[in-house]
């Protein structure tokens, strides 16, 4: 769970048609929200459906790789089922922009496929794992790079089962200049 700050910065990195941004501008409307996604027509949807809501996000194109941000800007970055889309190379960089780009104690928020913890799961994962470039977060490395990337602590907060495999929430926090 996030807790955000009045008049904060939050950036939902690879955001899509806007759901999630949408969500998190409308549940907390002191908060500025910004979209980034590499697909201009998905931004297009998401900016309609932010016209047709009435509610104010910006929304950017780019790239996760490359966030066109200055260092610091945010208090909590997002990234929901965007990151398995990513080479591993690419993950690792991503999560190295979104320390960037987040304040001291600000908060990396990541819902995306993790590693399976039961039998069903484990089956589901023979098929996914060969499905884009999910096979890193299936073997429970995404948590790792994101320790690499420098957060700390690093945690999963929670993970459900669903028909595509394991899904895992993961919160992680930039640190403090002192307790870098």
């Not at 297009?44 to 610091?72: F, H, M, N, S």
């Not at 913890?117 to 996914?128: F, G, P, T």
């Not at 957060?151 to 595509?164: A, L």
Request: glycine content about 8%; some cysteine; aromatic content about 6%.
């Amino acid at each position: 769970i996030a807790h955000y700050k009045p008049n904060g910065q939050v950036l939902d990195m690879g955001c899509g048609t806007g759901t999630l941004t949408l969500l998190i501008k409308q549940t907390h409307p002191n908060v500025a929200v910004y979209g980034l996604d590499v697909d201009p027509e998905v931004l297009d949807i998401a900016r309609r459906k932010a016209e047709q809501t009435g509610v104010t996000i910006v929304l950017q194109q780019g790239t996760a790789t490359c966030l066109p941000y200055p260092d610091e800007s945010f208090d909590h970055v997002f990234a929901s089922l965007m990151l398995h889309h990513l080479t591993r190379q690419d993950k690792q960089q991503a999560l190295r922009e979104a320390f960037r780009v987040l304040k001291p104690g600000g908060e990396l928020h990541i819902a995306d496929f993790g590693k399976p913890h039961d039998s069903v799961m484990r089956l589901i994962s023979l098929v996914m794992r060969w499905a884009e470039e999910v096979h890193d977060n299936i073997l429970g490395l995404l948590p790792v790079f994101i320790a690499d990337a420098g957060f700390h602590p690093v945690e999963e907060t929670t993970r459900y089962r669903t028909v595509v495999g394991a899904i895992a929430l993961y919160r992680a926090c930039k640190p403090m200049r002192n307790e870098l």
